[in-house]
């Protein structure tokens, strides 16, 4: 069998509620558990044994993702290609426009992932269930189980239960349709172009010449999903791994904690350990090879440390994401933040933000991605975060803040957004 994986990564428009995160990085490049995001999405692929290649489709400009494009292939030995569109081409549009590209070789069939979910992948098993279904699937999606409140923020779907066909599909739902929920996982035939197709030349003709603006973005969801839906061509894979989507850069902490828990099954030499002249470990903890820990630093549970980064004598973490060539002096203390590229965090400080996690007493409970602000036009209390390059003095608090890049803090601060 031949297989590929396609997977969906956005543009620079996207990612907005990832700011101030998204302003330095590409967004599926922020590294969550020490890889960047979307390297999660190609290492389970990569161990599918029948997908000989990976396809990023997107509009962030090549020369952004060049460099992680040839890393990926040095750590994965597959072919891996970044395909750039021109405009967003929406989830359908961009599948169609490189449709040669992802046809060449005759695949069976191609994976689509949306880059900004993650989760514990089941792909073997979804692809098993597509390859034993009697009647050839279009399209299978892989759905998990959502609360009722929640489930309207998704795709939903209606199933039947003993085939697994889908029966309905809604996106985003204004009322309660089902509990079980689109992850923005699929496994298409490579029939679906003609589909697509159908929808691209019924827009063509429709659009006269001076307006063509619009007609070649194509949603899987809305235009795909949904029409054929009912008509026997259209699966559900039912997953019950842990699975979220990251739209905010709390639900990054969130992905980070789960991330570090899939590596004792998969990759447990990625964890830190405890030993002699090593920092105090709880937990899940990744720590880059690069990093300098005093052995004095009590790290965990849920923390990543960035390449280069210093973090000083009697340092608290937990809870955090600290990137890149940050330095984090003497006994301060950094719980539920995200700490930017390139920062300094003085002695004796405390940066600390407010869990935004889904309901433990709630199962299948999903992320909420809460507003910025309440409805008083207030900051809700959510992850603290600073944007690179970000200088926090000794002895101060951040709490609940928000902190854009280049900054030099004065004082303390609570629940602002530091312009």
Known sequence: MMLKAVILIGGPQKGTRFRPLSLDVPKPLFPVAGLPM??????????????????????????????????????????????????????????????????????????????DVCGDFPLQEMLDFHTSLSTPSLITIMGTEATRQQSTMYGCIVEDKETHQILHYVE???????????????????DIFKRVGEIFNSRQDFYSCDDSEGTETIQLEQDILMPIAGTGQAYVYNNDRWWSQIKTAGSAIYANRHYLQLYHKTKKERLATNGPDKPTIIDDVYIHPTATVDPSALLGPNVSVGKNAVIGAGVRIRES???????????SCVLYTVVGWNSNVGAWTRLEGTPCDPNP???????????????????????????????????????????????????????????
């Open 38 to 115: 979307v390297q999660h999405h190609i290492e389970a692929c990569a161990a599918v044994p029948d997908i000989r290649e990976v396809l990023l489709l997107g509009y962030f400009p090549a020369q952004q993702l060049q460099q992680f494009v040839a890393d990926m292939i040095a750590a994965y030995k597959i072919r891996i290609r970044y395909l750039q569109e021109y405009q967003a081409l929406g989830t359908a549009g961009g599948i169609y426009h490189f449709r040669d590209q992802i046809s060449s070789g005759n695949p069976d069939a191609f994976f689509v992932l949306n880059g």
């Open 172 to 190: 985003k739902p204004s009322t309660f349709v089902s509990n079980l929920i689109n992850c923005g996982v699929y496994i298409c035939s490579p």
């Open 321 to 331: 994401i600290i990137l890149g060539n940050t330095t984090i002096q003497e006994h």
């Open 361 to 419: 007493n709630k199962p299948f409970a999903k992320m909420d991605n809460v507003p910025l602000f309440n409805l008083e036009g207030k900051l809700n209390p959510s992850i603290t975060i600073l944007g690179c390059n970000v200088n926090v003095p000794s002895e101060v608090i951040v709490l609940n803040s928000i902190v854009l890049p280049y900054k030099d803090l004065p004082r303390s601060y609570k629940n602002e957004i530091i312009l």
